[in-house]
């Protein structure tokens, strides 16, 4: 359930921009560090396996010709939908192996944060495929009416629209490291810590 009212500052902004109410600031949640797994990309671009395409019959009738190009036209959406799932897996595991190692460091990414990360990866990858066929098929494609706005300008404005909020919020953007504090590095003395 969504609380109401402004998202809370992070006790560092605070202290950064002071604290005119004189509000109590709490401590930052302090996490244990673990490794982060790349997960199994697979699961988010299923492989599948594409069925022979459908053979035009031979002195067909009309009826029999629509069937087949009905047939087709499913076919060509399987493979486009193979093309799309290879393609995200390599984006993907791409864009992990490059943006990953780099947040551990520099934000202290851990593994309750996983999942930000992965989702991160999958809306690059799918952004990068709208793109790629944007560049394929044009900008304008022929609809029912004439020519129309190819509908994949809609989804990669949605995908830049996510993009952008998880850019925010892992710190991947030059405005919102300038918020991150990097995790504290060696030993800061402090026996106490579970997590040492």
């Known amino acids: 359930m969504a609380v ?5 500052k992070p006790p560092l902004q605070v202290v950064r921009e002071g604290n005119p109410g004189k509000r ?3 401590e930052g949640v302090k996490l244990p560090p673990a490794e982060l797994v790349e997960p199994d990309w697979s ?8 069925p022979a395409k459908p053979r035009a019959p031979r002195g067909a009738d009309d009826e029999e010709l629509k069937e087949y190009r009905r047939e087709v036209q499913v076919w060509q959406r399987l493979k486009l939908a ?14 992990w192996q490059r943006v990953v190692p780099v947040l551990q460091m520099m934000a202290g990414l851990t593994s309750v944060d996983r999942s930000t990360a ?15 066929q944007l560049s394929i098929e044009g900008l304008v494609t022929m609809g029912q009416r004439g020519p129309c706005r190819n509908p994949l300008t809609t989804i990669a404005s949605q995908y830049r629209t996510q993009l952008k909020a998880y850019i925010g919020e892992l710190g991947l953007s030059p405005s919102a490291r300038g918020r991150l504090t990097p995790p504290e590095g060696g030993d800061d003395g ?3 810590d579970p997590f040492d």
């Open 24 to 26: 109590p600031v709490r």
């Open 4 to 8: 109401p009212g402004r998202k809370p």
């Open 118 to 132: 992965v989702d991160y990866c999958v809306c690059v990858a799918r952004l990068e495929w709208c793109e790629h």
């Open 43 to 50: 699961a988010f671009f299923p492989a599948t396996r594409l």
């Open 190 to 192: 402090d026996d106490d």
């Open 82 to 95: 193979q093309e799309a799932a290879q393609f995200g897996r390599e984006v993907a595991g791409r864009e």
